[in-house]
């Protein structure tokens, strides 16, 4: 029973719906989400934790980075996602996705190597 008041407590706050919606299209780094929600990283992590221990995410670390991406090696989990999906209006998540991609924009190419003495760059993730 605690499993399932978990999946369902995961749910019901907007942030945590926001972030599940942002995966949706694949794979994010939390300066991604961060960005994308415009919310201090902690608060995001917190957000990103409940889903992780409710069953909803799967992360890997890359260097210094977590990416998350959405869990579905489980039907129930992700028949509950998919019907969530389709009941949340496109405009509710429409500056998320437009955060998002203006951040992605301006993010530095995977692989590519910035000097250490370039400062701009330095809190962002590669």
Not at 43 to 71: C, M, P, T
Not at 93 to 111: H, T
């Amino acid at each position: 029973m605690e499993d399932l008041l978990n999946v369902f407590k995961a749910l019901s706050e907007e942030t945590r719906l926001r972030i599940l919606k942002l995966l949706e299209q694949g794979e994010l780094c939390v300066c991604d989400i961060v960005a994308a929600l415009d919310m201090v990283q902690p608060k995001v992590s917190f957000h990103l934790n409940v889903l992780k221990e409710a069953g909803f995410l799967k992360d890997r670390k890359q260097g210094r980075w977590i990416h998350y991406s959405i869990e579905d090696s489980d039907f129930f989990r992700r028949s509950l996602l998919l019907s969530v999906f389709e009941r949340i209006p496109k405009q509710d998540v429409a500056e998320d996705r437009k955060r998002l991609e203006e951040f992605l924009q301006g993010k530095p190419s995977r692989g590519k190597v910035i000097p250490l003495d370039d400062k701009r760059r330095g809190g962002r993730c590669k």
